[in-house]
């Protein structure tokens, strides 16, 4: 199966590839952006227009509250589960965006193991003074 991606910083042109590619190619564009991830989160994050995603499907954009958790793990997952999809309907997935640790995640690492989660700790740290 073909995955495309489309990476770099900020406002050099990767939406308006993915678009182009996902018209001439048949394809859907999955974000591969860690704020697009985010509701409400649109200044600086150059997510694509209502217009942008009307013409062709984009993928894990404004799926989560600002408040709500969301790892890398976490991406990596829904990202295979997207592809997966795109491709069972003979269209090419393209990954657009900026995070490479995201991109990474799927491409590359197999697997996180569930790491150990201490809350307290953490309120502990997020109560440090500066």
Do not use: W
Request: hydrophobic content about 40%; glycine content about 8%.
């Amino acid at each position: 199966m073909r995955v495309i991606a489309i990476v770099g910083p900020t406002a050099v042109g990767k939406t308006a590839l993915a678009l182009k590619l996902a018209k001439e190619l048949d394809g859907e564009i999955i974000s591969c952006d860690s704020m697009q991830i985010y509701k409400g989160m649109d200044i600086g994050t150059a997510k694509p227009t209502k217009e942008e995603m009307a013409e062709i499907p984009h993928h894990l954009i404004d799926i989560k509250e600002p408040n709500e958790e969301f790892s890398c793990a976490d991406y990596a997952i829904l990202a295979k589960k997207c592809i997966e999809d795109i491709a069972s309907r003979g269209k090419t997935p393209i990954f657009c965006g900026g995070t490479g640790l995201y991109l990474d995640s799927v491409i590359e690492i197999g697997s996180f193991s569930s790491g150990f989660k201490d809350e307290n700790y953490r309120l502990e740290l997020e109560n440090i003074a500066f």
